[in-house]
């Protein structure tokens, strides 16, 4: 197909110039040799036109529009690209966080102690003969089912999971994570919800089961290129450092 067009800086002679390629056009329109009302016509077409009322003029601009959408979007990612934090930091942070649920799990025992709920000498005397042989199933059984026990349990348990879905759902971190300034948030970057916090928390739980297993579901954070935990991609979650 030949193209033709009307070069306006010409004042004296013929200023149809052509014939040209479509590239040999698209060429011209970037050195703004041709531009949207320049007159251009094409084998096939009945009259002249200006060149953005054209249809390769249209297609060209959806193109470079198209192309300069993707340059922002690139640009933007770069410029807000996430610190992942990695097993260590994360690590620690559970480490503080744990301990802080200890504390509230002393209070829990202290009170039970105080109210006769659970006879502490009798505890540690079954702690200690578990611990002398932890293979031993008779040691388990009168250790966790020694009165007051289970209750015991079951309140820490609630704690716990009250602590980290309401630190979670709240400030999108839990202490032990504000301290080290890192920061939880759903994949799409966005703050997590108090749902999306419940189904984290209760796949962490899972996550636990793997440490009978070497802790793989902890461990898979320091080969995951977003660090992420098995619970975080349970619950598509990731933890980045702060801004």
């Given at each position: 197909m030949s193209?033709?067009?009307i070069d306006e800086s010409i004042t004296e002679g013929e200023r149809r110039q052509?014939?040209?390629?479509?590239?040999?056009?698209?060429?011209?329109?970037?050195?703004?040799?041709?531009?949207?009302?320049?007159?251009?016509?094409?084998s096939g077409e009945?009259?002249?036109k200006p060149w953005k009322d054209t249809l390769e003029a249209k297609t060209h601009a959806s193109r470079e529009d198209a192309l300069q959408d993707a340059i922002e979007q690139l640009l933007k990612q770069t410029q807000t690209g996430k610190h992942y934090a990695g097993f260590f930091?994360?690590?620690?942070?559970?480490?503080?966080?744990?301990?802080?649920?200890?504390?509230?799990?002393?209070?829990?025992?202290?009170?039970?102690?105080?109210?006769?709920?659970?006879?502490?000498?009798?505890?540690?005397?079954?702690a200690a003969a578990f611990l002398d042989d932890p293979t031993s199933a008779e040691a388990m059984n009168n250790f966790f089912n020694a009165p007051g026990m289970w209750e015991f349990m079951l309140i820490c348990s609630i704690l716990q999971a009250i602590y980290f879905i309401f630190f979670t759902g709240k400030f999108s971190a839990t202490p032990g994570k504000m301290l080290l300034k890192i920061r939880i948030e759903s994949a799409q970057g966005e703050k997590l919800s108090w749902g999306l916090s419940c189904v984290r928390y209760m796949a962490s739980i899972f996550t636990q089961f793997t440490l009978t297993?070497?802790?793989l579901g902890y461990l898979i954070v320091c080969i995951d290129p977003k660090r992420r935990a098995l619970h975080d991609w349970i619950a598509r979650t990731r933890v980045v450092y702060k801004d």
């Open positions: 193209w033709f067009f052509g014939p040209y390629t479509l590239d040999e056009i698209l060429g011209f329109v970037e050195a703004k040799k041709i531009t949207d009302d320049t007159l251009v016509w094409h009945e009259n002249w930091v994360r690590l620690v942070a559970y480490i503080i966080d744990n301990f802080i649920v200890g504390l509230f799990g002393g209070i829990v025992l202290f009170i039970m102690s105080r109210t006769h709920s659970i006879d502490l000498d009798k505890i540690q005397g079954l297993l070497y802790g």
